[in-house]
């Protein structure tokens, strides 16, 4: 059988960036062999490193809280760490060395500031012309609002997700955890490896400028189109859908338990009707079509939510899946890790950390490769981890060498301006229910 | 500027797309917007499913009225094959043979039923990359469960953490889950590409809708993996510097902390003192009075306009954000700078549209639409002529 191999075996990605979206990016390709090195400011931490987003290992912060935050380790896998500061002449020097022996180049800075140290792509590709930059920024690097800061919590809200989010008759509504970073990781490594594609077929570098607000209609054609054709808006109509009926959350028996069901033709609603011993109503002319099932909503959902009730979201799912019907449990994090269907495709993949970490479940990737091996190579790195042997082996500095730029706090191996850390208030999260448990026996589990 | 070729990166390359629905048309679309050459391969007479999503042109014909098929199937050619037939097996050879990459969404096992499993189409053509886009994947114990964007939501762990507390968990408004999956089977189906190519060696891609999802929650997990905390919903006062929607006289506010400016700059923008005060301003401070900062912030907006409070705090490196409508959207003056639209002509529907048409700028090879999407069936003859000639 032919040898096969992981497409960026033997490439290398500096990697500037902070927070979510490209630091993700920049993980998934190391899944896929490539040598990722996340280059950090001493006087300025990731805030995945930091309090803002936690939580830190045991909710302790211990000596070293820039090494214990569980988020950075997800994102950052597979990853050396250089803590060198860019902002000075003797940091961009060191980068430039290190851009002529990399292959694709990462940053989400706003645009100003990689241009303002002569770091822009234009300077970069003298030096590498086969170089692959890609830039994420909130708005992109031209337009009115190009220069105007952004992170996902906020954006979410501009770019139109939260407009059309919301529980029925409500104001529109956050959702989840900064979904727009999510959103630039994958549309970035869209333009990403069509980059590749091409640097492969002509030896040609280019620029992906990705500016994630332009990314949210992008995902919802559906209200700009409607808009256009007659003038209407989508309701905010929380977890219903607009033409399948019942389509919608139920609890269940149980604390907080919730089971999702759709039904999308009138010979699944039959089936419901009979597994909720309400034959009757599958002929009931209230009922018997989508279009009635639309004019009669609340009396759908009143049945449906009261046969829930009565059972736990288990039960239903499997029986409800039995009979080809889309119904699903809301899963939380706990029961996510145990979910038989993930561990049976290894989603969640044991990651050996230095210890006190030790072995922690980390987030794969959305697809499976049948003949090629991607995995998470190596844990996240400490702060600072790799500073010697990148600048000795890759550009050749001496041990005189790196200990001078230590000194000037050109490379550091501790953030020099670390900022707050703090433990999680997980008791009064719990009485306020943001928290729903925690489990000190997690590690067993 | 050195001379720009303009073409696509993907130029060159021919993309089977077998798919339906919004998840696997979306990525095959996408290879087309980087130059791919597109065929799509509908079932006969009713043709792509997403021919009957809203929003629909009533009175087009029935199978062109979707204006949201028309957006996930530009720069497509469409021929209308029925793939349970064997007498159209040798026609589906000659396509995958002269093909790239195959993408396809069908339950798993339904290929091999007809002969047309991954197995064989890689017989027919070794270095070909198959990409499938379902629910929850070819293997495991829900490989073939049924499946909504609401229930994917839910199984995935995304609705969990979101809406209220003291109410039921909420879902990502219209059909987040198929984009997301769409983006994903897309990149993933150019690095299987190019991985190909290196080795003259093909690939099997398994793109799970419901992992794609399961993907995002890299914080939530990471609570419970590091810290055996299980998250729950947004409190019933939420931190105003959360994201929450903050209303104004016209319109809602975001606010987030740590942009560019301090946090004392709201004192500024607010021409309001108590913004430089310490329990407003350290964060662990803040977080002991958050129903007292969420009034002050409310207070300050009630008689201002949304978008006037978002340019006027950006401008001051501010991290706001400002809730936008499709509407809002349509006449941003940003996205009309940046050329986020497209506006399609289409005539099975008579209509000229925007559509949005680009997720980044390539410097080299920017992505462009070339061509509308097809109507059913319309380039039988000339695809035909094609494989034919080439085989």
């Known amino acids: ?445 | 500027m050195e001379h720009s070729p303009s073409k696509g990166a993907l130029t060159g390359l021919r993309v089977l797309d077998l798919s339906h629905g919004i998840a696997g048309p979306f990525a095959a679309r996408l290879l087309g917007d980087h130059g791919a050459d597109v065929i799509k391969i509908e079932r006969p007479v009713t043709g792509d499913f997403a021919r009957t999503l809203a929003p629909l042109k009533r009175d087009a014909p029935t199978s062109e009225q979707s204006l949201l098929f028309q957006y996930l199937n530009w720069n497509k050619r469409s021929l209308a094959l029925d793939l349970r037939l064997a007498d159209n097996k040798s026609l589906v050879q000659k396509l995958v043979e002269q093909s790239d990459i195959v993408i396809e969404s069908f339950r798993p096992g339904r290929l091999d039923q007809w002969g047309l499993g991954v197995d064989q189409l890689l017989a027919w053509k070794p270095t070909l990359v198959v990409t499938s886009v379902t629910n929850f994947g070819q293997t495991g114990p829900y490989a073939q469960y049924a499946a909504s964007d609401l229930t994917l939501q839910a199984l995935s762990g995304i609705m969990q953490i979101s809406g209220q507390v003291d109410r039921e968990p909420l879902k990502h408004g219209l059909s987040q889950s198929f984009y997301c999956a769409g983006l994903t089977a897309a990149y993933a189906s150019i690095m299987a590409y190019t991985a190909a190519q290196a080795d003259q060696f093909g690939e099997h891609v398994d793109v799970s809708i419901h992992e794609c999802l399961a993907s995002e929650l890299v914080l939530n997990e990471s609570y419970y993996a590091f810290l055996g905390a299980v998250q729950g919903r947004r409190a019933v006062v939420q931190d105003p510097f959360a994201g929450e929607p903050i209303p104004t006289r016209k319109g809602y506010l975001a606010f987030q902390t740590g942009g560019g400016a301090p946090f004392e700059t709201l004192a500024e923008l607010f021409d309001r003192p108590e913004f430089r005060e310490k329990r407003f301003s350290s964060p662990p401070e803040r977080e002991k009075r958050v129903p007292e900062v969420k009034a002050l912030l409310e207070e300050c907006v009630a008689n201002r306009e949304a978008k006037e409070v978002f340019l006027a705090g950006a401008q001051k490196r501010l991290l706001l954000g400002v809730v936008q409508s499709a509407e809002d959207l349509l006449s941003c003056e940003h996205l009309q700078e940046r050329q986020a639209f497209a506006a399609i002509e289409h005539p099975a529907t008579a209509t000229h549209y925007r559509f949005p048409a680009e997720l980044a700028k390539l410097s080299l090879t920017p992505t462009s639409v070339r061509r509308r999407s097809p109507i059913l069936d319309e380039h039988r003859d000339e695809i035909l002529a094609q494989i034919g000639s080439c085989a």
């Open chain 1, 1 to 445: 059988m032919t040898k096969v191999t992981l497409p960026l075996t033997g490439i290398r990605v500096l990697d500037l960036s902070y927070v979510f979206a490209v630091p993700y990016m920049a993980g998934l390709l190391s899944d896929l062999g490539a040598e990722v090195i996340k280059i950090e400011a001493p006087h300025k931490l990731d805030q995945t490193r930091g309090r803002a987003f936690g939580p830190y290992l045991d909710n302790d912060p211990a000596q070293d809280p820039w090494n214990r935050s569980g988020i950075f380790y997800v994102v950052n896998r597979g990853k050396r760490s250089l803590a060198m500061d860019l902002s000075q002449p003797e940091g961009q020097e060191i980068f430039r060395a290190l851009v002529a022996k990399s292959d694709i180049v990462l940053e989400n800075f706003t645009p100003r500031v990689m241009r303002k140290w002569g770091l822009h792509y234009d300077e970069l590709k003298k030096i590498k012309p086969s170089l692959i930059m890609l830039s994420n920024t909130g708005y992109g690097s031209t337009g009115p609002w190009s220069s105007f800061p952004s992170q996902g919590t906020t954006l979410e809200a501009t770019m139109g997700i939260t407009f059309y989010t919301g529980y029925r008759g409500d104001k529109p509504w956050k959702v989840g955890q900064s979904y727009p970073d999510f959103i630039a990781c994958w549309a970035g490594l869209n333009g990403l490896w069509a980059a590749i594609a091409h640097m492969r077929k002509t030896g040609q570098g280019q620029w992906v400028d990705v500016g994630m607000y332009q990314l949210g209609v992008a995902l919802m054609p559906e209200p700009l189109l409607q808009k256009q054709l007659d003038g209407t808006e989508p309701i905010r109509m929380g977890n219903e859908h607009a033409e399948h009926v019942p389509s919608n959350l139920y609890q269940t028996k149980g604390t907080d338990q919730w089971l999702a069901l759709s039904i999308h033709t009138d010979d699944q609603w039959a089936t419901l009707t009979t597994l909720m011993q309400k034959a009757e109503l599958a002929s009931d002319p209230r009922f018997s079509t989508a279009a009635a099932r639309q004019l009669h909503r609340d009396a759908v959902n009143a049945v449906v939510a009261a046969w829930c009730l009565t059972h736990t979201p288990q039960a239903l799912f499997e029986q409800l899946q039995a009979h080809g019907i889309a119904a699903a449990p809301v899963l939380n994090s706990r029961d996510l890790l145990q979910d038989p269907h993930l561990k049976h495709r290894n989603f969640y993949e044991t990651v050996t950390h230095p210890e006190p970490i030790g072995e922690r479940p980390i987030i794969g990737r959305p697809y499976k490769l049948r003949f090629r091996d991607a995995h998470i190579k190596k844990p996240g790195p400490r702060f600072g981890e790799d500073n010697d042997s990148i600048l000795r082996e890759i550009i050749g500095k001496t041990p005189e060498q790196i200990s001078a730029l230590k000194d000037s706090n050109i490379v550091s191996d501790f953030p020099t301006n670390p900022g707050l850390s703090g433990t999680m208030d997980t008791e009064s999260m719990l009485k306020l229910k943001t928290l729903i448990a925690v489990d000190h026996d997690y590690r067993t589990k």
